[in-house]
């Protein structure tokens, strides 16, 4: 049965490679269907050392959902759940959460 107003969330952290890979998992789904990258994240508790890419996985995955148009949000705008975007609750941000800024900022440019 067609759904016309469905979107396939998918959740990608540095381990999430093993099974299969991100074509195979939704990047292939965005070409008929919206995807929409629901949650991702690394840091003490998700290492970036799993991710078995050529780069790290902070910037395979922008790059990835970037060069298809696929929407993302990272998770978790909190000090307490993981993997964190903040240190403390005066929202210093965390190694995570400092590049989730720069990427922002990034694409805030002309």
Known sequence: ?????VI??????PESAWKIGWDEAFGELKKTHPV??????????????LYE??????????????????GWT??????AFTPRLLTDERFSPSE????????????ERP
């Open 1 to 5: 049965m067609r759904r016309d107003n």
């Open 8 to 13: 396939y969330a998918t959740h990608v952290y």
């Open 36 to 49: 929409f990258l629901t949650e991702y994240g690394f840091g003490d508790e998700k290492p970036e050392s």
């Open 53 to 70: 890419g050529d780069k790290r996985f902070r910037d395979a995955i922008v790059d990835y959902v970037e060069a298809r148009k696929i």
């Open 74 to 79: 990272a998770w978790a705008f909190s000090a």
């Open 96 to 107: 995570q959460g400092a590049f989730i800024k720069d990427v922002l900022r990034r694409s």
